[in-house]
């Protein structure tokens, strides 16, 4: 069974078991959280049962790869160059 799932704005297809980077979760590393299902995904039916839920285990907050902004004006001597690495959380899918 799969459930597709709403974290910050994105979406997740996820099963049990699976391991993903989400953004950064107010949560310490080891407890447990909550996370409303958008939809439930069995084989070809889909339930569009918002009020169901699965259960994910805060495994590290890691940071992402780096993202490099980089702007320029040609014949205007300008230019500048950024780093960016975005604050992720990974979390492990316990039950669905």
Known sequence: MQALIKISDK????????????????????DTMEIKTMAEIDGINTNLNPAGSIQAKVLDHVKDDKVIVFKKKRRKRYQSRNGHRQQMTQIEVISI
């Open 11 to 30: 979406q997740f297809l996820v099963k049990q078991g699976d391991k993903l980077f989400v953004p950064k979760q107010q949560a310490a590393i080891g």
